[in-house]
């Protein structure tokens, strides 16, 4: 397989090595050696001890329309110039208009925005895999790689449909090793951050979820690769309100924010008990 290059041409959307820069309100620490890039949400960068974090997989799994899509988007919106992300877009859920309207929301320029993300759009498994060795040989091309974040979502989309009923398990459970160990490889050798968004599903049989609640597809494989796994639910009568609950990670013990899906990205929900308590909670909205 050839090389590839962030110049060649996805499916959906080209994206160039162009000295474009974007202007970026995302945040971007140091702790240790790794860095961490905003959310573009203050209680998801709470929840995962300030950010997502490189050298490491963060995986966001949840039902549909718990925003996992949404946030996919934002954090394409908020990651730091002149920062570059890879998009493998499984489902077909990458819309540059949803990158238009979180940009223009934040006061901030979709163009360059849209210059500096590569979507890939894996028809099935198979392909999939090949964007996966793809996105390695593009990070790894180039010494000064300005590739920072590799989303997958989701990862479990084309495995599901082709691999059902408990006969395909051992297969796609072989399949997902390879290359979830591949994805972890890259991220800590290139100290990029990985994320990847999973479905639920009520099977239970992992020491880190608790019994009934719900679980990610793919198991163990995935799980145990994932260094930081947070749960999206619905959280209410509104859809636009999202629990977001955090089930892993090495830093931090089990914690939960709400958030409310807006057209900017997240705006951080107050608990009810804060406000109640005359708390100072000026600092916790995102708008």
Do not use: W
């Amino acid at each position: 397989m050839s090389s590839p290059d962030v110049d060649s041409s996805p499916k959906q959307h080209k994206a160039s090595h162009s000295n474009n820069l974007f202007k970026s309100d995302g945040k971007f620490t140091h702790q240790q050696g790794k860095q961490r890039l905003s959310t573009g949400s203050k209680n998801l960068d709470d929840l995962l001890s300030g950010g997502l974090e490189t050298g490491a997989i963060t995986q966001f799994y949840g039902a549909s329309n718990t925003g996992k899509t949404h946030l996919c988007h934002l954090i394409c919106v908020v990651l730091p110039s002149p920062y570059q992300a890879i998009y493998i877009d499984t489902e077909g859920g990458f819309r540059e208009e949803r990158i238009q309207s979180i940009a223009t929301a934040r006061g901030l320029d979709h163009t360059n925005i849209l210059s500096n993300i590569q979507v890939l759009q894996p028809k099935d498994s198979k392909e999939q895999e090949s964007h996966f060795e793809d996105a390695c040989s593009i990070v790894k091309s180039s010494s000064n790689s300005k590739v920072k974040l590799l989303i997958v979502d989701s990862m479990m989309f084309h495995y599901i449909a082709e691999y059902p009923g408990r006969s395909g398990l051992s297969k796609r459970a072989h399949s997902l090793n390879i290359y979830m160990h591949m994805l972890h490889n890259l991220a800590q050798t290139k100290n990029i951050a990985v994320l990847i968004t999973n479905q639920s599903t009520s099977n239970p049989r992992h020491r880190d979820f608790e019994a009934n609640s719900p679980q990610p597809f793919g198991g163990n494989v995935i799980s145990n690769t994932s260094t930081y796994i947070v749960n999206l639910e619905c959280g209410g009568y509104f859809a636009s309100n999202i629990d977001a609950r955090l089930i892993k990670s090495p830093l931090s013990s089990f914690n939960s924010h709400p958030l409310k899906i807006v057209e900017s990205g997240f705006v951080d929900v107050v608990p009810n008990y804060l406000r109640e308590n005359g708390e100072d909670v000026s600092g916790g909205l995102d708008e």
